[in-house]
T-cell receptor
Framework: DAGITQSPRHKVTETGTPVTLRCHQT?????MYWYRQDPGHGLRLIHY???????DKGEVSDGYSVSRSKTEDFLLTLESATSSQTSVYFC????????????FGPGTRLTVL | GIQVEQSPPDLILQEGANSTLRCNFS?????LQWFHQNPWGQLINLFY???GTKQNGRLSATTVATERYSLLYISSSQTTDSGVYFC????????????FGKGTLLTVNP
């Protein structure tokens, strides 16, 4: 299994509070991604990173920011959580040397009350 | 952007039966992956298959890139095969992001 961990695994928070989710990898892969999974939508890309301090937006980036200060860590921040951000969040990694096959972390279930 | 459609949306089988899941996509792809999401929510890589045919035990997959579809075959299904099967594609560009279909929910009854 690819070495990807996410923390926390579960979180309940209130509307308006800041939330940071962490993705940590031990594979030294270049690319890292944050997806959210919602019923009826499958998985949708929020943000991705193609290197340290190199990030870009995905298709559902509003209300989210990311940071990558080290190869192994990719942080997703909800500056002011809303109920519409209740979801399951998955981190993924890939590397150009392996045809960019993506591998996923275990997910974080976030509930915003 | 690229569109990904999976069929059927739901499938119920008896243990031991065979099944075929289909993934249609609207543009040429550089990457196509099949995943199994188990009842605990974990996404498990099944195949990386932008073209051709691969087999892994009771599972096999075929992608016909020129006709823009991929098929996932499950033979002699087991209850542990239950879950959601996702097809995901990348249509090019430098970010390698995947666009997912909405999945096929498979239930295998004993």
């Amino acid at each position: 299994d690819a070495g990807i961990t996410q923390s926390p695994r579960h979180k309940v928070t209130e509307t308006g509070t800041p939330v940071t989710l962490r993705c940590h990898q031990t594979e030294n892969h270049r690319y890292m991604y944050w997806y959210r999974q919602d019923p009826g939508h499958g998985l949708r890309l929020i943000h991705y990173s193609y290197g340290v301090k190199d990030t870009d937006k995905g298709e559902v980036s509003d209300g989210y920011s990311v940071s990558r200060s080290k190869t192994e860590d990719f942080l997703l921040t909800l500056e002011s959580a809303t109920s519409s951000q209740t979801s399951v969040y998955f981190c993924a990694i890939s590397d150009s040397g392996s045809f960019n096959e993506q591998f996923f972390g275990p997910g974080t279930r976030l509930t915003v009350l | 952007g690229i569109q990904v459609e999976q069929s059927p949306p739901d499938l119920i089988l008896q243990e031991g039966a065979n099944s075929t899941l289909r993934c249609n996509f609207s543009d040429s792809v550089n990457n196509l992956q099949w995943f199994h999401q188990n009842p605990w929510g974990q996404l498990i890589n099944l195949f990386y298959i932008p073209s051709g045919t691969k087999q892994n035990g009771r599972l096999s997959a075929t992608t016909v890139a020129t006709e823009r579809y991929s098929l996932l075959y499950i033979s002699s299904s087991q209850t542990t095969d239950s879950g959601v099967y996702f097809c995901a594609v990348n249509s090019g560009g430098s970010n390698y992001k995947l666009t997912f279909g909405k999945g096929t929910l498979l239930t295998v009854n004993p």
